[in-house]
C-alpha cells in the first residue's frame, strides 16, 4: 500500500479543521481532496475515524495532526544529493562534481559548476557560500 500523499495547499487548509466530528465528504471539501481520495487513501493507510451505524465519522482536529504527522514523515524520508555530487539534467541522474569552479557567489550562496563525467555538460551545485577567514 502506497502512503498517501498530500500537497502542500491541503496541508495549509489542516487549520480550518475545527474540535467536531466530520463525514469524509465535508473533509474532502475543506482540504480540497476527491472524496475517493479519503476512502482510498487515507482510511486504509492509517486514518482514525469512528463507524456508526454504518456511517464514517472523523474528528477534524484528529485528522488535522494525522495529516501533519504523515507529512513530516514523508518530508524525513527524502533524501538529498551526496556530498561533492551534482544532478546532471541530461544523463538524469546524480553524478560526481570534478574540480568544481565557482562560477557566481553573492553573500549566501555559490554555484559550483563541472562538466558532467558521462556526457561533458554542464553540472551546477548551488551551496551556502563558504567562509573564507
Avoid at 465519522?57 to 518530508?75: M, N, V, Y
Avoid at 565557482?102 to 567562509?131: A, D, H, M
Wanted: net charge positive; charged share 20%; glycine share 6%.
Amino acid at each position: 500500500m502506497r502512503n498517501p500523499l498530500l500537497k502542500h495547499a491541503q496541508i495549509i487548509r489542516l487549520g480550518r479543521l475545527l474540535d467536531m466530528m466530520y463525514k469524509p465528504s465535508e473533509i474532502a471539501e475543506e482540504i480540497g481532496v476527491a472524496v475517493d481520495t479519503i476512502y482510498r487513501s487515507y482510511l486504509p493507510a492509517g486514518l482514525p475515524f469512528i463507524r456508526e451505524n454504518n456511517s464514517i465519522w472523523i474528528h477534524g482536529r484528529t485528522f488535522a495532526k494525522w495529516a501533519e504527522d504523515l507529512a513530516a514523515s514523508q518530508r524525513r524520508q527524502r533524501p538529498g544529493l551526496p556530498a561533492g555530487h551534482g544532478y546532471c539534467m541530461k544523463c538524469n541522474k546524480p553524478v560526481p562534481m570534478n574540480n568544481p569552479i565557482v562560477v557566481f557567489t553573492n553573500r549566501y550562496i555559490q554555484i559550483n559548476q563541472s562538466p558532467c563525467p558521462t556526457c561533458g555538460c554542464s553540472v551546477n551545485r548551488f551551496s551556502k557560500k563558504e567562509v573564507s577567514s
